[in-house]
């Protein structure tokens, strides 16, 4: 025992970096058991994919942090960088040089944010809030609407799957597979702990922040370029900010400025999990690497429960964070006595001080309790196993994704439907099957219904161009499928125009699907009737 109280003493700076990888890994672990479609390794790729541009703009933050500082303009040069890209990409410039300039331009705001801190003394949470109101502003200065971003390049970056070798076949294009950009936050992420682990601006860069972020002193006087490396620093943070832009732009493929509303604090919250002090001076990269993953694992969890809004998000982190910080407290304090002690001859405690240690402990120990209170409420009531999954009522779990009743898909089609569209699932199980006919019937099937609902011939015509417009007979629309959340619906449609059938399957709560797919769901579904029970 006293073996491991002095190595967990002597290695306390790995203490919150190693809660945070247990902390991850356990409610991954806890997810799969109640929710198996969370066994699929692909559901586990798919949280760093769906959060590239938060780890990429993570490691930046880290470094800024790690110096004592802050940047609160990150969310800012984000939306910024995706509207000047679809902005510029609208107007003709080719791909490979919005790339380049977008990144420039992070990097010019990120440097005048450090000069300004540098050598003018503001506090970096006023000159970088300051950043944020000037790269939002400038969003909506450029454009009030989204802009699509209908680049082939642009898009190719978003929608390449590259398949994982040994757990993918080739042949058939199936299996696990990783996106471009989680391969592009990758690079970043070795890169990162690289320049700050084995080079010197690294070095320099925990000098500065170290002893709670006040020995920024000592490094000038040892020689170190300490104006030259925080003012790279911010540069370095300008230049993730606006690389995260991309990657967000890439995934949604359009460019707004409400865009990463807010993810200033979600980026100083996975940075915060992921092991490093908000004081400075201590802190790893590749924690940030986990930080991100609690942040992605609590927003798989609240998709698959499918009861519960997308703020428990916030309330989670917003929690977490608080419990870290709390750690970390606790943890620079203990090491300040430690100092003081080594000093000067031990001597006993105060009882006053004795009392506010087992006080400050209950209340991390309560805070934990809270944590788990709250995560295990967020999850059904018991384990629900594949196989029951399979034998389950709707009534019975969250819900039972049905199979595609596509042998009646296939007699409305024979039977001269141009049009037939199904979707499943939903909180409520529903399985609906529409046909629209060249005459302008629509028929609906819920299984225990029928409905039906007459249009004209042309606005079956109009429906019919519409989706050819957006591409549906070429390749750029193609299948994707993965297990649905509780809230989330699975589709089918197939259309017939002149001597040409598609069928495409999706399934919505994700952007695997191509951007147009959801256009002409959303064509289809503003002209079929509605069952009073359906969402």
Known sequence: MRRIAAFVSNNQRFIPLAATAVLALVAYGVGAAFYPAMRDFQVFLNIFRNNAHLLISGIGMTFVILTGGIDLSVSGVMAL??????????????????????????????????????????????????????????????????????????????????????????????????????????????????????????????????????????????????????????????????????????????????????????????????????????????????????????????????????????????????????????LAAR?????????????????????????????????????????VSMLPATPTSVASTRTATPKASACELRPFRQELAGEMANSGAVVVYERNGGPRCIDEVYAIYADGRIVGDDGERKIEKQVTPADVEILLAGIRDLGWFTDEMYNTWHTPCGQCYGYYLTVTDQDRVKTVRGVDGGTDAPSDYWQVMSLVKAIVPRFETAQ
């Not at 370029?225 to 993730?240: D, E, I, Q, S, W």
């Not at 690389?243 to 979600?266: K, M, N, R, T």
């Not at 120990?365 to 709250?374: F, S, T």
Request: one cysteine or more; aromatic letters at 10%.
């Open 335 to 375: 090491k300040s006595r430690r100092r003081e002690t080594e000093a000067v001859e031990a001597v006993p405690l105060p009882a006053a001080v004795r009392r506010r240690r087992v006080l400050l402990y209950g209340a991390g120990v309560v805070l934990v309790v809270a944590v788990a209170a709250v995560i």
């Open 81 to 330: 960088t995706t509207v000047s890209a679809a902005a510029l990409l609208r107007a003709g410039w080719d791909a490979w040089a919005v790339i380049p300039l977008v990144l420039l331009m992070g990097m010019t705001l990120g440097a005048l944010m450090g000069y300004v801190i540098t050598y003018m003394k503001v506090q970096p949470f006023i000159a970088t809030l300051a950043g944020l109101w000037f790269a939002r502003g400038m969003c909506y200065f450029i454009s009030d609407d989204a802009i699509p971003i209908n680049d082939r390049t642009f898009r190719i970056l978003g929608q390449t799957r590259i398949l994982i070798p040994g757990l993918a076949d080739p042949v058939a294009k199936t299996g696990n597979w990783v996106s471009i950009m989680m391969v592009v936050a990758s690079v970043v992420l070795v890169l990162g702990m690289y320049l700050a682990h084995y080079r010197r601006f690294g070095r320099t860069v925990y000098a500065i922040g170290g002893y709670e972020g006040r020995n920024e002193q000592s490094a000038r006087l040892m020689g170190l370029p300490v104006n030259t490396t925080k003012v790279l620093v911010y540069t370095m943070n300008g230049f993730c900010s606006a690389l995260a832009g991309i990657a967000l732009g890439v995934f949604v493929l359009s460019g707004h400025g409400s865009y990463a509303y807010a993810a200033e604090l979600d980026v100083i919250a996975s940075v915060v999990m992921g092991g490093t002090a908000l004081s400075g001076g201590q802190g790893y990269v590749f924690g940030t690497l986990f930080g991100v993953l609690i942040f992605g694992v609590t927003q798989t969890l609240i998709q698959f429960n499918g009861t519960l809004s997308s703020w428990w998000t916030r309330i989670v982190i917003g929690v977490l964070t608080l419990l870290f910080i709390g750690v970390q407290s606790l």
